[in-house]
């Protein structure tokens, strides 16, 4: 990955490869405006999405739309873990990747790490979080650690946790460019189903990012919980 200068470095770990923009676009395209160092690590190349087609087919096609999305907002470098879908924890374990993940971590020393809630209904999702927790545990980090959210809308189980507010509204348009760029995430098949699901997901994260900036008096925002 990509060497910086600046505030520091800024680590986003995610199940997969839209996730981090998804999730975190206009934070972190915020964060690398001001001079932190943007780093993404990917655990799983996503081949559950489209079965039909090869591994290495996959694999190619989501490093080059995941490198496009991070130039565009900035970042530093997007490197992937490969772990198959569905058994993160079973291949984080049987492959050995625990001690290369911790030296990438310490490389990067981050001041911030992003990752998945604890609640999120994606399976993966609650598994990198679970693997990420006993990294931290295990390295005694002492970056803030910060939890977002993917498809939930709001989130009342949380409302009482510490929180990091963005106000994304200078970045909005660059995370929903940086979105573009995964194109093979959309049924492509006809241009019916392009056009539909693509301005349905484009419409989700806009009424999620929306709903925040109206509860946080801007017009649109990010919120991560704090929980180390």
């Known amino acids: 990955m990509a060497k910086g200068k600046g505030k520091g470095s800024i680590l986003v770990i995610c199940s997969h490869s839209d996730d981090q923009i998804i999730g975190v676009g206009g934070a972190i395209a915020k964060f690398a405006s001001e001079g932190y160092n943007i780093h993404t690590i990917v655990l799983s190349f996503g081949e559950k999405v489209r079965p039909h087609l090869r591994r290495e087919v996959i694999s190619r096609t989501r490093i080059k739309e995941a490198q496009r999305a991070d130039k565009i907002i900035g970042g530093q470098g997007v490197l992937f873990l490969g772990l198959r879908d569905n058994h993160f924890e079973e291949d984080f374990e049987k492959r050995g990747i625990a001690e290369n ?10 001041v911030k790490i992003f990752t998945h ?43 009482n946790k510490p929180r990091l507010v963005v106000d994304t509204t200078d970045f909005f348009k660059t995370k929903m460019n940086a979105l573009k760029a995964f194109k093979s995430q959309i049924d492509l098949s006809s241009f019916y189903n392009y056009i539909t699901l693509n301005n349905f997901f484009f419409f989700l994260i806009y009424i999620k990012d929306i709903l925040n900036g109206i509860k946080y008096n801007t017009r649109y925002a990010e919120v991560f919980y704090k929980i180390k």
Do not use: G
């Open 101 to 110: 993940f911790k030296k990438i971590i310490s490389k990067i020393n981050p």
């Open 117 to 159: 809630s604890s609640d999120d209904a994606h399976p993966d999702h609650r598994a990198t979080l679970r693997i990420v927790l006993k990294l931290y545990r295990q390295m005694k980090l002492k970056a803030d650690l910060y939890t977002f959210e993917v498809w939930h809308i709001l989130n009342l189980k949380k409302r």
